[in-house]
C-alpha cells in the first residue's frame, strides 16, 4: 500500500514562513519525481513546485523566489519552505509522488492534503 502524507499546514500571517513536509512510504522502488500542488475553494489544482529525481525544479511564477522545495531521498521525503506568504496562497496544499512500485508499476500517489491560511 502505497502512501503519501503531508504536514506541517496552519496558520500564517501575510510576509510569514510556513514549511510543509511530505513522506512516501510503502513498497516503492523508487520515486521519479514528487511535488506540491495546492487547490484554493473555487478554483482548480495548480502545480506549486515539482522536483524530479535528475534535480530539475519547476515552480508557479506566482511562487517563484518565495517558495523552495528540497529533498531527501534517503527518507522519501519532499519539503516546501514558504516564505513570505500572501493571502493569495492560502489553499490546501496536496503532495504528489511519481513513482515505480516494487510490482513495477508506475503510480501517481496523492495526500490527503494539508490547509494553509494566511491572513493579512
Known amino acids: 500500500q502505497m502512501q503519501v502524507v503531508e504536514s506541517g499546514g496552519g496558520s500564517a500571517q501575510a510576509g510569514g514562513s510556513l514549511r510543509l513536509s511530505c513522506v512516501a512510504s510503502g513498497r516503492i522502488l523508487n520515486i521519479k519525481d514528487m511535488g506540491w500542488y495546492r487547490q484554493a475553494p473555487g478554483k482548480s489544482r495548480e502545480l506549486v513546485a515539482e522536483?524530479?529525481?535528475?534535480?530539475?525544479?519547476k515552480y508557479a511564477d506566482s511562487v517563484k523566489g518565495r517558495f523552495t522545495i528540497s529533498e531527501n531521498n534517503a527518507k522519501n521525503t519532499v519539503y516546501l519552505q514558504m516564505d513570505s506568504l500572501k493571502p493569495e496562497d492560502s489553499a490546501t496544499y496536496y503532495c504528489r509522488a511519481h513513482l515505480v512500485s516494487l510490482r513495477m508499476s508506475l503510480l501517481d500517489v496523492w495526500g490527503q492534503g494539508t490547509l494553509v491560511i494566511v491572513s493579512s
Open positions: 522536483l524530479t529525481s535528475d534535480g530539475k525544479i
